[in-house]
DNA sequence: TGATTAGTTCGACGTTGATCGTACTACGAT
DNA sequence: ATCGTAGTACGATCAACGTCGAACTAATCA
């Protein structure tokens, strides 16, 4: 069976520019964010290449989700998160775009 | 004698998105950019009406400046600072009308 | 059932960060 | 020269944050 449930996360409304830039301002995250706009259809978070445990790579998924940035859902025993391109293009034109465009 | 000094700031091509991003995620800092986003001229720091004491918010101008989201230079015994928004859009294009369309 | 896999939650630890008061510097005016 | 104004620098304090290990949950598979 496969089940398929959403995580908790913000409405557009309730989605906050200042939560946002201080989940976009931590390099890890940022990372994973530009992992994820590469990934339109989401990724298993598992298969993220980070130089940091488990542990802490769930804490960062939070914070992003719970800012609105990514939205994650459950398949079987793997998590799927994807940009919430839309989402944030649509409050913020142009704000991920630029994100994007820096050099890495 | 009409002095006039820049503040040491980062060039163009040391600005760095993580240091951008977590200097913006942070509520007085975005409110000073907000602020200086309508004053393409400069403003002096004091008359920027925040809730914290001088030396706090001389703090946060010294972390926007730093990071390369302001310039600040000296006029007598004034400090005007004005937004780096030519440096800003060519290095992260939408990014900071994407950040100053977001509703107060 | 039991084992495995994917991922989270919790508590702890060390570091960074925001805030303030006080002391200080620099310029301008009297 | 003295005083007032604008702003910075330093040190202290307290809260927030990033990190990890260990214990836990949930789904899959043998």
């Known amino acids: 069976m496969s089940t398929s449930k959403a995580l908790p996360q913000p409405d557009r409304e309730e989605i906050r520019i200042e939560q946002v830039l201080q989940a976009l301002g931590e390099p890890v995250r940022l990372q994973i964010v530009r992992l994820l706009a590469d990934q339109p259809d989401g ?23 719970e800012a609105g940035v990514i939205s994650t859902h459950t398949e079987g ?14 409050l913020y034109p142009g704000l991920l775009p630029g994100v994007l465009a820096a050099p890495r």
Request: proline share 3%; aromatic share 0%.
């Open 77 to 90: 025993t793997r998590r799927i998160s994807s940009l919430r391109r839309e989402d944030l293009d649509n």
């Open 43 to 65: 990724i298993a978070c598992g298969e993220i290449d980070l130089q940091v445990t488990p542990s802490t790579r769930a804490h960062h998924l939070r914070i992003l989700r």
